[in-house]
């Protein structure tokens, strides 16, 4: 399975934006992007999944690189209820099946 | 909509003492599921998975074992526990689709005395 690379730690100000970079240099043409968060004591959220092209939903925006190497999960605007374990994963089409495997993500803090 | 339960939401359980954790799915037909463990401060770690009744891969070597009794029923086993097998267990499950996302239940916190 193709790695991802993020950054241990993150630190933002409430109602600011943010941006969660993940490295994915080895990403095959088959490979989504999926983005999670996880609160603490929780089961891990889904949070948005892309191909090649920017996501929106009503949590988060993603934006891929052109050459899909890298991407950014972007929080609009922070609040103190996104402090969370952001997870970077790619998941590959055509497997045997759908298994994802995490890394250790980034811990994302949220200052009021 | 689709649930997932699992339970208990947390166990203590002496060394050597056997273990069952239960996930079951509501909602949904033939769903892929899957088990992975949270040790303290660390990520999370796939153990099992399974896309059909009793069709369980293992993608760690333990004295963990994984069954799957009914279409939508994932069961989480160990005939001796060991105090490395203390962490936070999470059961999901997702659709054969390409591009399903995973749903995760609230997890069993494990602790082996």
């Known amino acids: 399975d193709a790695k991802t690379t993020q950054p241990n730690s993150m630190e933002s100000n409430e109602e600011e934006p943010v941006h969660l970079p993940c490295n994915h240099s080895?990403?095959?043409?088959?490979?989504?992007i999926h983005w999670y968060r996880q609160l603490p004591s929780q089961g891990p959220e889904y949070v948005i999944h892309?191909?090649?092209s920017n996501v929106n939903n009503r949590m988060a925006s993603l934006a891929i690189a052109e050459d899909r190497k890298s991407s950014t999960l972007i929080l609009h605007r922070a609040t103190l209820r996104d402090a969370a374990v952001y997870y970077c994963i790619l998941r590959t089409i055509g497997g045997a099946t759908n298994k994802l495997i995490f890394g250790t993500g980034t811990l994302l803090a949220v200052q009021p | 909509s689709q649930t997932i339960h699992q339970w208990p939401a947390t166990l203590v359980q002496p060394v050597g003492s056997p273990l069952s954790l239960e996930c079951t799915v509501e909602?949904?037909?033939?769903?892929?599921l899957y088990w992975y463990r949270q040790a303290a401060g660390r990520g999370l770690q796939l153990l099992f998975y399974?896309?059909?009744?009793?069709?369980i891969s293992s993608e760690v070597p333990q004295n963990l074992s994984a069954s799957r009794p009914q279409d939508r029923q994932f069961i989480l086993s160990s005939k001796k526990l060991l105090l490395s097998d203390s962490g936070f267990y999470l059961c999901a499950w997702n659709r054969g689709w390409r591009d399903s996302p995973l749903h995760f239940g609230n997890g069993t916190r494990l602790t082996v005395t």
């Open positions: 080895t990403i095959s043409g088959t490979d989504y």
């Open positions: 892309g191909l090649t």
């Open positions: 399974s896309v059909g009744i009793g069709q």
């Open positions: 909602g949904t037909s033939n769903p892929n």
